[in-house]
Every structure is written in structure tokens, then in C-alpha cells.
């Protein structure tokens, strides 16, 4: 998996790249629950080159969910493949996090 990080009007945007599988939980884990070291940090996945998700790949994004709660922060995702949104979907992760069709339906999410 590739993580790119970009940081700008406050907002920490991840482009992810591959599977979120558990070859990549520990890079991904540490980029995006990092994000959150600061209060009140709005944060968006961008998951439009996601191939899998795997279970270990939705406890990342579960952690980082808790972690946006407890830091008085945001998280959004956008742009999920359809076979990432069926994951999302079956888990039930698509009834309580941010998803938005687009990088701009994920920053009005998190209130940028």
C-alpha cells in the first residue's frame, strides 16, 4: 500500500494506494492515527485506489474513527470502489463513519 499525505487548510488528506490488508495495517495505522496527535484534526481518506479492504484494513479505519472522537477531531472518506463500499456496507462501517462520493462531499464532512 502507498500513503500520500497532504496537509493544507487544516485538513489531513491520505491518498491511499493498493490493500489495506495486513501487510499494510502497521504503515497505515501509523499515518493515519498520527494524524490525530493534534485536537480538533479533521482528517479524509481518500479511497479511490483502494483494491481490498481487508477485516485488519477496517480496524484501522475504526481506530482512526475512535481516535477523530476522543480528539474532538473529524474523519471522512470519499471515492470507495465498489467492492470496498460492499465491504463497508456488510460490516455496517458505512452507517457510522463520514463517505462521500467526492473529495469535496468529504471536506463539507469534516467542516472544511
Given at each position: 500500500m502507498d500513503i500520500t499525505t497532504q496537509d493544507s487548510d487544516g485538513v489531513v488528506l491520505h491518498r491511499l494506494k493498493?490493500?489495506?490488508?495486513?501487510?499494510?495495517?502497521?504503515?497505515?495505522?501509523?499515518?493515519?492515527?498520527?494524524?490525530?496527535?493534534?485536537?480538533?484534526?479533521?482528517?479524509?481518506?481518500?479511497?479511490?485506489?483502494?483494491?481490498?479492504?481487508?477485516?485488519?484494513?477496517?480496524?484501522?479505519?475504526?481506530?482512526?474513527?475512535?481516535?477523530?472522537?476522543?480528539?474532538?477531531?473529524?474523519?471522512?472518506?470519499?471515492?470507495?470502489?465498489?467492492?470496498?463500499?460492499?465491504?463497508?456496507?456488510?460490516?455496517?462501517?458505512?452507517?457510522?463513519?463520514?463517505?462521500?462520493?467526492?473529495?469535496?462531499?468529504?471536506?463539507?464532512?469534516?467542516?472544511?
Open positions: 493498493g490493500r489495506l490488508d495486513n501487510n499494510a495495517t502497521g504503515a497505515a495505522e501509523g499515518a493515519i492515527l498520527g494524524s490525530f496527535a493534534a485536537r480538533a484534526q479533521r482528517v479524509i481518506l481518500d479511497m479511490r485506489d483502494v483494491a481490498y479492504v481487508s477485516s485488519a484494513g477496517l480496524r484501522v479505519v475504526l481506530m482512526a474513527a475512535k481516535k477523530a472522537k476522543v480528539s474532538d477531531g473529524r474523519l471522512a472518506l470519499f471515492g470507495l470502489p465498489a467492492a470496498v463500499q460492499e465491504v463497508f456496507d456488510i460490516s455496517g462501517f458505512s452507517k457510522v463513519l463520514a463517505i462521500g462520493a467526492e473529495e469535496d462531499d468529504a471536506r463539507r464532512l469534516v467542516g472544511a
